[in-house]
């Protein structure tokens, strides 16, 4: 009898002194910091982005205005939440493990910090405008079969009439286009020409590379 008293008195005693290791062990721990990315948003303008339509021998060039998206770091710091294991061992006598658990988590979430670091580019691009006539444009276009380089403006609505860059051309020819600023931006089209008896073709501009 005075054994299995003394055994639970010596029992009561270990779990009193390791009461409170989570606790302990969370305040000791040392500061962990890492760097997240916060907020997203749009930042200056980065390029356009071109589009066309073809109709009846007319190209029609519109361009959509991008801009970089920037996004703010910040290194955020917090220390380690530790000794859960044997708060768990705690909680068959008086709850005490949860008390312990509730403490650790208390001072975890007490040491968090976060500080902002720079504003950078993510490298992605955001539609940052409406779409509007790329008017003004110098656009080439080129044949080499057939030795034909031409260049055309395009008008205030963004447009451009084949038959006049390309009036003393006869016949159906596929012609590679592409903007004289931006020679990614490139497409193909079909162009049927014809010729008006009697009429003289104004003078096209020619284009060398």
Known sequence: MHLKFIRSLLLMGMVFCISGCASFLTLISPVQSEIVVGEKSTGDFNKYEYQYKIRSNQIVLSKIPLCSETAQAYRKSQKREIGYGIALLEMPFFGLGLIDMANAYAIADYSKKQYPLAEY????????????????????????????CRKGLTDSRGTLDLETVLNDVSGKARFTVYLESDRSVRFSCVYSGTKLAGKTPSKPVIYKN
């Open 121 to 148: 580019e993510t490298g992605e691009l955001l539609t940052c405008g409406r779409p509007e006539p790329a008017a003004g444009e110098a656009v080439i276009i080129e044949n080499r079969q057939r030795t034909i």
